[in-house]
């Protein structure tokens, strides 16, 4: 069953890297092109007109990559794959329709700051109700309304405050992402990290399945997830799309992901924690986005109460380009923070399980 994974992440990496260019083509035949800011780093300006909306190349390779390792396998697709899919799709989506305005209407700002969140707020209302729906054999439905870290933990919260949760989390996270979308490969790169995480997660948990709790040498550290297998193969393909869409978006970029991307990756980043079981985890391991998204809440709200910024611009990694850094530079250091990240992530979750034996 494990061949799923590899099918997906192989199939993902060769769909970017064959498909990205053809969509960069068609791109830049239409005129879709990249606004820049013209208060941003001077360096940025020579990047006016590059193609955007990228995040389509790894969005359909997901997707492709997702059924085509299903068909190979012999396996049915599970419903915690396609509504982890189903968000990232839906989320692609409300960012497609952002950059889709920002390019036609050529201004900064695309969706209406209301329009796009009620976008937002539609997908998520929908994957959060429906993870909580379709129970397997065991009882255990895609989401749970108990709060996580390395597992549940607590009391139930209920449905209501679950969705509400679901929604901070989902929000904060694809924000988070589209922050860090500010450099070429920079939040491309840091996504492949943690995916490659993900990827290992599930397929420990899926090892350590309460399933399969007759043949494990521990019971007590099995965990309660519906389908941990699928989860990794579906963060396999991502990982895959991800790597091979970083080859044409790094340094100096060809295309940009653009919203459409940032908030698929964001989203769908969301549903692998609240799936597995690692919402509270997913803070550790995707710790850059967290850096850059309070970089930006310090920003703001140290000028609207003193007058007063604490960079000298906001977020994050404009700081250090300001300061003389290189893209470059700024990029591959930041990187080194999200392994850093990462592997503590990591190192918590077998801790976790470690401390159950």
């Not at 879709?32 to 360096?43: A, T």
């Not at 989390?169 to 450099?183: F, K, W």
């Not at 404009?318 to 300061?323: P, R, S």
Request: proline share 3%.
């Amino acid at each position: 069953m494990m061949n799923q994974i590899l099918f997906s992440g192989v199939i993902g990496l060769f769909l970017t890297l064959v498909g990205t260019p053809l969509l960069i083509k068609l791109l830049a035949r239409k005129g879709y092109g990249q606004f820049i800011r013209d208060d941003g780093p001077r360096e940025h300006l020579s990047k006016r007109g590059t193609p955007t909306m990228g995040g389509i190349a790894f969005i359909l390779a997901t997707v492709a990559a997702y059924f085509l390792s299903k068909v190979i396998s012999g396996k049915p697709p599970t419903f915690s794959g396609l509504l982890v899919l189903g968000l990232m799709v839906g989320m692609g989506l409300v960012g497609f329709l952002d950059d889709y305005i920002k390019i036609v209407k050529r201004r900064s700002l695309g969706l209406r700051a209301k329009a796009k969140m009620a976008g937002q707020l539609i997908v998520g209302i929908a994957f959060a109700v429906l993870a909580l729906m379709f129970p397997d054999a065991r009882g255990n439905t895609p989401a749970s309304t108990k709060l996580s870290f390395i597992t549940d933990f607590g009391w139930s919260i209920g449905p209501v405050l679950f969705v509400i949760w679901a929604l901070f989390m989902i929000l904060a996270m694809s924000n988070g992402v589209n922050l860090t979308d500010g450099l070429d490969g920079l939040a491309t790169g840091a996504s492949v990290l943690v995916f490659g995480a993900y990827t290992f997660i599930g397929v420990w948990q899926y090892q350590e399945s309460c399933a399969n709790a007759q043949t494990l040498t521990n019971p007590a550290a099995c965990y309660e997830v519906r389908d941990p297998l699928d989860l990794a193969v579906v963060a396999s393909a991502l990982m895959g799309a991800c790597l091979g869409f970083l080859w044409w978006n790094t340094s100096p970029a060809k295309i940009f992901m653009g919203d459409t991307g940032s908030l698929a990756l964001g989203g769908v980043l969301t549903g692998l924690a609240i799936l597995s079981r690692t919402e509270l985890l997913v803070a550790i391991m995707g710790g850059l986005f967290v850096l850059i998204t309070m970089s930006v809440v310090i920003q703001v709200g140290s000028f609207r109460l003193t007058g007063k910024r604490v960079f000298r611009m906001a977020p994050l990694q404009h700081h250090f380009e300001l300061k003389g850094w290189s893209e470059v530079l700024v990029v591959v250091r930041f990187w080194i923070i999200q392994g850093i990240c990462v592997i503590v992530g990591l190192g918590l979750f077998y801790a976790g399980w470690a401390a159950e034996k």
